[in-house]
Nanobody, 127 residues
Framework: QVQLVESGGGLAQAGGSLRLSCAVS????????MGWFRQAPGKEREFVASISRSGGSTSYADSVKGRFTISRDNAKNTVYLQMNSLKPEDTAVYYC????????????????????WGQGTQVTVSS
């Protein structure tokens, strides 16, 4: 069974930074495209960022573009979300997700594309 464990969430001030990590339990991490989603209280879960299996392609929601960066370290079986210039609107539970992919370039932007999900980590940004 593939397990994803997020860490790095917490409290930050507006304008501050946090880095989220997602550790994947499988040696076959290289076979997965990865994504980050978030869900704010009372809101639907929304796409944040994705990265291809190879790491060569990325995509971001307009709301975070220019502030957040997704990256991966295949040697460590870990994907990261660097969050800079945080806003109160970024407050949410953040989820890591993995999608089996035979393509090193493909990106996945919707929840139903993903095969495995982490438990989520809370990010709170104060005004």
């Amino acid at each position: 069974q593939v397990q994803l464990v997020e860490s790095g969430g917490g409290l930050a001030q507006a304008g501050g930074s946090l880095r989220l990590s997602c550790a994947v339990s499988r040696r076959t991490f290289i076979s997965y495209a990865m994504g980050w989603f978030r869900q704010a209280p009372g809101k639907e879960r929304e796409f944040v960022a994705s990265i291809s299996r190879s790491g060569g392609s990325t995509s971001y929601a307009d709301s975070v573009k220019g502030r957040f960066t997704i990256s991966r370290d295949n040697a460590k079986n870990t994907v990261y979300l660097q969050m800079n210039s945080l806003k109160p609107e970024d407050t949410a539970v953040y989820y890591c997700a993995a999608k089996l992919s035979l393509s090193g370039k493909s990106l996945f932007l919707v929840q139903n594309d993903y095969d495995y999900w982490g438990q989520g980590t809370q990010v709170t940004v104060s005004s």
